[in-house]
């Protein structure tokens, strides 16, 4: 299996985590403290979305990078991916989907909170599981308690201020919420833009060797949220909520991870990067197909206030 380089500058580790930090700041502007007493009013829905993220996922990824025969680096940002707490844009598609927002955002909120503690105790336990990832992981010496530190600092302190600063000046919150999620939003997408664009020809040599785990691993994660949310015999809103929600993740906290713990693991932003691309376009035609009709048993939740 050849070797991945991917060229970066040290700067770029520091730009891109403060674009997660901003982008964290701007989403939890609107947040309250209703999102995360809905679970405790109406579990179900959202145990399930935090059961297949935080448990069932990371499980079946370590699982699939043994049985796949295919590169450390890229086994290790595909465990990685899978540890990372759903992304904003869940939200969007599952609005879009005409499913239970207040249970997309209830997952949202939870999942990107309690990050701090299940990413890295995730990724360190499922990375260590596999023998290929082990040996990878040892040898660049990441200490998980850097990892749970680097969470903490572009996750969870920016929501907490976000939320602080939405409930004290609502009026200055809803004035920023739009302005700041658009730029952090651009922002990212120059600079994912300018990595592709910088790193062009990696990304075309090693395209068939990332594309198809990538389409792998999120059809997967669908699958997942789809089969539990059925299982456990959800109604059709919260079904399309928990499949998006598992579905889509903070792809951009793992570039983040990447960039400052695994400079030398090209394959790794291999993984995050063109997930970050395909999740989307997976969730909106999913979202779209679901849009055709509206939920049996139940009417879409309008979105969350």
Same mark, same amino acid.
């Given at each position: 299996?050849?070797?991945?380089?991917?060229?970066?500058?040290?700067?770029?580790?520091?730009?891109?985590?403060?674009?997660?930090?901003?982008?964290?700041?701007?989403?939890?502007?609107?947040?309250?403290?209703?999102?995360?007493?809905?679970?405790?009013?109406?579990?179900?829905?959202?145990?399930?979305?935090?059961?297949?993220?935080?448990?069932?996922?990371?499980?079946?990824?370590?699982?699939?990078?043994?049985?796949?025969?295919?590169?450390?680096?890229?086994?290790?940002?595909?465990?990685?991916?899978?540890?990372?707490?759903?992304?904003?844009?869940?939200?969007?598609?599952?609005?879009?989907?005409?499913?239970?927002?207040?249970?997309? /955002?209830? +997952?949202? %909120? &939870?999942?990107?909170?309690?990050?701090?503690?299940?990413?890295? !105790?995730?990724? #360190? *336990?499922?990375?260590?599981?596999?023998?290929?990832?082990?040996?990878?992981?040892?040898?660049?010496?990441?200490?998980?308690?850097?990892?749970?530190?680097?969470?903490?600092?572009?996750?969870?302190?920016?929501?907490?201020?976000?939320?602080?600063?939405?409930?004290?000046?609502?009026?200055?919150?809803?004035?920023?919420?739009?302005?700041?999620?658009?730029?952090?939003?651009?922002?990212?997408?120059?600079?994912?833009?300018?990595?592709?664009?910088?790193?062009?020809?990696?990304?075309?040599?090693?395209?068939?060797?990332?594309?198809?785990?990538?389409?792998?691993?999120?059809?997967?994660?669908?699958?997942?949220?789809?089969?539990?949310?059925?299982?456990?015999?959800?109604?059709? /809103?919260? +079904?399309? %909520? &928990?499949?998006?929600?598992?579905?889509?993740?903070?792809?951009? !906290?793992?570039? #983040? *991870?990447?960039?400052?713990?695994?400079?030398?693991?090209?394959?790794?932003?291999?993984?995050?990067?063109?997930?970050?691309?395909?999740?989307?376009?997976?969730?909106?035609?999913?979202?779209?197909?679901?849009?055709?009709?509206?939920?049996?048993?139940?009417?879409?939740?309008?979105?969350?206030?």
């Amino acid at each position: 299996m050849p070797s991945v380089n991917i060229e970066f500058s040290p700067s770029a580790m520091i730009a891109l985590n403060a674009i997660i930090a901003l982008m964290m700041f701007g989403v939890s502007l609107e947040l309250r403290a209703g999102d995360f007493s809905r679970i405790l009013r109406a579990p179900k829905a959202p145990v399930i979305g935090m059961l297949v993220q935080f448990v069932l996922l990371p499980a079946a990824t370590c699982g699939l990078t043994l049985l796949l025969p295919i590169d450390p680096q890229l086994a290790l940002g595909m465990i990685l991916v899978a540890t990372c707490p759903s992304g904003t844009f869940s939200n969007i598609m599952t609005w879009l989907a005409r499913g239970n927002v207040a249970v997309s /955002a209830s +997952v949202t %909120a &939870v999942s990107s909170l309690t990050a701090g503690i299940f990413t890295p !105790l995730n990724f #360190a *336990l499922y990375a260590g599981l596999n023998p290929n990832t082990r040996a990878l992981l040892t040898e660049i010496h990441v200490e998980p308690l850097d990892l749970l530190a680097m969470v903490v600092l572009v996750l969870i302190l920016p929501m907490l201020a976000g939320m602080a600063l939405g409930k004290r000046r609502p009026l200055i919150a809803r004035k920023l919420e739009k302005p700041l999620r658009h730029f952090s939003l651009l922002v990212l997408l120059a600079f994912v833009g300018g990595a592709f664009v910088k790193n062009f020809d990696q990304f075309i040599e090693h395209f068939h060797l990332f594309f198809w785990l990538v389409v792998t691993l999120n059809t997967l994660a669908l699958g997942l949220g789809y089969l539990c949310a059925k299982l456990w015999r959800l109604n059709d /809103a919260d +079904v399309r %909520a &928990v499949t998006l929600e598992s579905g889509i993740h903070n792809s951009a !906290l793992g570039m #983040a *991870l990447i960039f400052t713990f695994f400079p030398q693991a090209g394959g790794m932003l291999l993984i995050a990067a063109f997930w970050g691309c395909w999740q989307l376009l997976a969730g909106l035609v999913l979202a779209l197909l679901w849009a055709r009709r509206a939920p049996a048993g139940a009417v879409a939740a309008e979105v969350a206030q």
